[in-house]
């Protein structure tokens, strides 16, 4: 309503919001952007700069000192922090603070547990009080708000780590930026925030490709490449450009550096290789790891090697051994070590192996021990609470449901994936399989299969983990016989037949279909 007046124009609702996000709705600001002549593409106006800066003159030194330091700590401040970086004595730092409150520049955060908070009562005025920093200034500054959060939350600094890191790459402390990047992704992981993680990492390696070639900086980035495999691939996939190209240049740097490889690139390559059907070198690169671990005595890198080594069993419908390393990665499991797994390998494995021991115990003729594991694994799913392993748990077994012939498993463990997010490829394409087969059993069946066959279309051009193209087709498969389609059901058993590699699991299915449809196999 005030803009309107002011400038005798009803403001698009669009518009209406950019001010509003410009001026908070502080009605000086609005009227001076407007007679300044605002529009939604120009942001802060040099007439509202202007009448901040007359606001800020008004301060005495020590309070417009103060005033910088605490636009560098950001738009909220808690006093511990901007008085550790500042460095002056606490009658001082009382009495700046006192008249920026008094003259309405920050404001005193509300609640029993901001004691000691403040914020800028206009994010512009912040802006206007940075700018007026100098270069050099700011960069002081940065550095001393980083050491003041470290020293303030020396006890757990994992919640600041991103503004620390932030702020030592602001100062222009590379090194340590780097460092924090790391450490900051790390909790981020915890969180189960990947793609901060992601972002995290990727931000320290571009602070390394500045710096001049040494030994060091090498090591600093195979440090933050072998970081990256994790969160990457709970992002992205096993066989992904991005991924294929950070375990490449990590394998490269290691050999440069004359270094051994560190463990969880050895599970990247395992898995990479078997993502692309390359089971000789997966089954290599899983007994390096098995032999570190055996060397290390290392409960952790023991459980990871032997859910590699199950993996690429399964994948050959070696079920016998597939069974012995999951069970072997269940017993050697420790709790102790799930943060380790979370961050350095990007799952639980208990999770995982539990639940395709469950398919595993299937193939060998188990069905009730079958549906043990995939209990098994799913009420530790819920004890961890870690979306990505979860994700698995459900699909497979919701295959295993499938494999059953059991339409309740198959729509109770489908439904719990929806619940699950969809950002990462790997579960939009599994959660476009499934929901297709469901709409097929529910009468649907041109938009189910047509859904089913995107969800292959995406998997056959990005391969994303072991096996998915084969378990996908399989999915097809059933939703074609399900819905009497005996050409297409036919169809789908000649892919598997004629796939290969990780689709023997399902062999003996598709010979049952082109047996029963009268074709020979």
Same mark, same amino acid.
């Given at each position: 309503?005030?803009?309107? &007046?002011?400038?005798?124009v ?39 700069q202007?009448?901040?800066d007359? &606001?800020?003159?008004q ?6 000192? /103060? ?6 700590? =950001? ?10 970086a ?13 008249? #920026?409150?008094?003259?309405? *520049?920050?404001?005193?955060r509300?609640g ?18 940075? +700018?007026g920093?100098?270069?050099?200034? +700011? ?9 003041a ?40 992981q ?8 992601v ?7 571009? *602070? ?45 740097l ?6 051994e ?9 395992? #898995? ?12 290599g ?32 419908? $070696? ?7 999951f ?14 797994? /979370?961050?350095r ?7 995982? @192996? #539990? ?5 595993? #115990?299937?193939?060998?003729? &188990? ?10 694994? /799913? ?25 059953m012939? $059991?339409?309740h ?8 994936? =929806?619940?699950?997010?969809e ?11 499934? +929901? ?13 299969i ?9 998997? &056959? $051009?990005?391969p ?12 097809? *498969? ?25 689709? @023997? ?14 074709r020979?196999?």
């Amino acid at each position: 309503m005030l803009a309107s &007046r002011v400038s005798g124009v009803q403001l698009a609702e669009r518009d209406a919001e950019r001010l509003y996000a410009e001026t908070e709705g502080n009605p000086l600001f609005v009227v001076e952007a407007l007679r300044a002549g605002w529009t939604a593409d120009r942001p802060l106006t040099p007439r509202v700069q202007s009448v901040i800066d007359a &606001r800020l003159s008004q301060l005495n030194a020590k309070a417009r000192e /103060l005033i910088g330091v605490a636009a560098t700590v =950001g738009r909220e401040f808690g006093t511990d922090v901007l008085g550790t970086a500042w460095g002056a004595s606490e009658d001082e730092l009382v009495e700046s603070l006192d008249e #920026l409150w008094r003259r309405g *520049l920050i404001r005193e955060r509300g609640g029993a547990l901001s004691d000691g908070m403040y914020d800028f009562s206009h994010d512009k005025i912040r802006q206007v009080a940075y +700018r007026g920093l100098s270069p050099a200034r +700011r960069r002081l500054l940065h550095g001393r708000v980083a050491s003041a959060l470290e020293r303030t939350h020396a006890a757990d600094p994992g919640p600041v780590s991103v503004q620390i890191a932030a702020h030592l790459d602001r100062a222009g402390a590379t090194e340590q930026a780097v460092g924090w990047y790391r450490r900051a992704a790390e909790a981020a992981q915890l969180l189960y925030a990947t793609t901060d993680a992601v972002r995290l990492l990727e931000r320290g390696l571009e *602070l390394l490709d500045s710096q001049p070639e040494s030994a060091e900086r090498d090591a600093a980035e195979l440090e933050m490449r072998t970081a990256l495999l994790a969160p990457l691939v709970s992002v992205d996939a096993y066989e992904s450009p991005g991924v294929s190209a950070v375990r490449q240049r990590a394998v490269q740097l290691a050999r440069t550096l004359g270094v051994e490889v560190a463990p969880q690139l050895l599970r990247a390559l395992a #898995l990479g290789a078997l993502t692309r059907a390359d089971v000789a070198a997966a089954t290599g690169f899983g007994s390096r790891l098995h032999a570190v671990a055996q060397r290390r005595h290392d409960d952790v890198l023991a459980v990871e090697a032997a859910y590699v080594l199950g993996i690429a069993s399964f994948w050959q419908a $070696d079920f016998s051994t597939a069974r012995d390393y999951f069970e072997l990665a269940v017993a050697r499991y420790r709790p102790e070590g799930r943060l380790e797994h /979370l961050v350095r390998y990007g799952q639980d494995p208990k999770v995982v @192996c #539990l639940s395709r021991l469950g398919n595993t #115990l299937w193939f060998l003729g &188990r069905p009730d021990d079958a549906r043990e594991a995939r209990s098994a694994a /799913l009420l530790w799913a819920d004890e961890v609470e870690h979306p990505f392993s979860r994700h698995a748990a459900l699909t497979f077994g919701a295959v295993l449901g499938m494999d059953m012939g $059991d339409e309740h498993a198959v729509r109770e463990y489908a439904a719990a994936m =929806g619940s699950v997010s969809e950002q990462q490829p790997l579960a939009q394409m599994n959660v476009q399989a499934f +929901r297709g087969y469901l709409a097929v059993l529910d009468g649907d069946a041109a938009t189910g299969i047509a859904a089913i066959r995107g969800a292959i279309r995406g998997a &056959r $051009d990005a391969p994303a983990v072991p096996g998915h193209l084969a378990m996908l087709t399989r999915i097809l *498969l059933g939703a074609c016989e399900a819905a009497g389609d005996a050409p297409a059901a036919l169809e789908a058993a000649g892919r598997l037949l004629d796939m290969g590699g990780a689709a @023997c699991v399902w062999e003996p299915e598709a010979r049952r279909v082109l047996a029963e449809l009268g074709r020979s196999g």
